[in-house]
């Protein structure tokens, strides 16, 4: 099962209380206080791992509470300090604060974590009171609680490359066309209940991940059919394969819902770079899908690819074209990094990398 959205109680562990306690030994009178330091509560930690790609480990359970600290003991033992409670979610996860709504971290690379609830600080026992003019404290410190929060987490799939469009568009088989995934087919709308991934191989080791989003129909953006649920996954793809079935009654109709979809939802998703495909090109003959595809490419000013899932037809060099633009872009972004350049040292040494 594919879960996306969680919401979870987190608290830090509450520290440990100090110790009042003297030294009552034979022979040695007047032994002082010796109570000592509770233990520190353990923290909360969210970390990025590799291994989970979905968030159904942690429905299992919604409040996640670290260990508290030990107390303190007499002879000056300090508490045991509390475990840390470390919660492992897939890469791509939003945490936003569920009050708020404010988005605290998102964690993008793998292993990157974030302490999330802090343990409470540890109770002072009665030796560290201890002083010239109290020379018997009788007081101690209770533990602090640890910090605690509801959360939300959020899913959002770290793809390449985004296949979008009505059901029944082709999305799946095309998917299962370009990699080793195995995503269900069948001739129903709304096959495809979540979204899959699948990684394509291209030459000089390269790879793209490509995402199957479950089919949007007009209304998405605010719930209808599977809704506004898997929208958020395009958000992170670099680029958007927009499939069309050839045998849609009005093409630009069809494009132009979908693109309006994206817009309402998100003005970020309007912006990506979009390579559209037309898709089923074996059910009519050559001459007649080509003239179909130049209509649709006039109308919308932007070139338009002429697919076959099925066959494979045409499938590599839309591939290709989605992993140009990919380097394009990875060329822009390098291009708009700045670096902090010292002049005066530049005009005397020049500048070496």
């Known amino acids: 099962m594919f879960i996306d959205e969680v919401r979870i109680y987190v608290k830090g562990g509450d520290g440990g ?23 520190k509560g353990g923290d909360v930690i969210i970390r990025a791992c590799k291994e989970i790609d979905t968030l159904l480990d942690i429905t299992s359970k919604v409040k996640c509470i670290a260990e508290d600290g030990g107390k303190g003991g007499n002879r000056n033992k300090n508490g045991k300090n509390g475990k ?29 974590s974030i302490k999330i609830a802090r343990g409470g600080r540890m109770g002072r026992g009665n030796a560290y009171f201890k002083s010239s003019t109290n020379q018997t404290p009788r007081i101690a410190e209770e533990g602090r609680n640890g910090m605690d929060r509801w959360l939300r987490l959020e899913l959002k799939l770290i793809a390449d490359v985004g296949i979008i469009g009505l059901p029944n568009a082709g999305k799946s088989t ?88 994206l817009t309402l939802f998100s003005s970020k998703l309007s912006e990506k770079k979009e390579i559209v495909a037309i898709n089923k090109s074996d059910i009519l003959d050559m001459e007649t899908s080509l003239k179909i595809a130049e209509d649709l490419s006039k109308k919308i000013s932007k070139p338009v690819h002429l697919v076959s899932a099925v066959s494979g037809n045409n499938v590599k060099n839309l591939i290709r074209t989605a992993s140009n633009l990919i380097d394009k872009e990875n060329e822009e972004e390098l291009l708009n990094l700045s670096f902090p350049v010292d002049h005066e040292t530049v005009g005397k040494k020049g500048l070496t990398f």
Not at 18 to 38: K, L, Q, Y
Not at 96 to 111: A, H, M, P
Not at 176 to 191: G, Q, V
């Open 174 to 261: 095309f998917l299962s066309r370009i990699s080793s995934a195995h995503p269900k087919i069948a001739d129903y709308p709304f096959t495809t209940l979540q979204p899959q991934l699948g990684i394509v191989e291209l030459e000089d080791y390269k790879r793209l991940v490509f995402a199957d989003i479950p089919g949007l129909i007009e209304g998405a953006h605010s719930g209808s059919g599977l809704g506004n649920t898997f929208l958020r996954h395009i958000e992170r793809t670099r680029v958007i394969v927009h499939l069309i079935d050839i045998s849609a009654t009005d093409l630009l109709n069809t494009y132009n819902l979908i693109r309006n979809e």
């Open 84 to 112: 840390d409670l470390i919660i492992n979610v897939p890469k791509g996860t939003l945490i936003k604060d569920l009050k708020s709504g404010r988005t605290i971290k998102d964690l993008k690379e793998n292993e990157e």
């Open 17 to 39: 209380d100090g110790c009042v306690s003297f030294r009552r030994e034979r022979f040695i009178p007047r032994g002082g206080p010796n109570g000592g330091d509770g233990g």
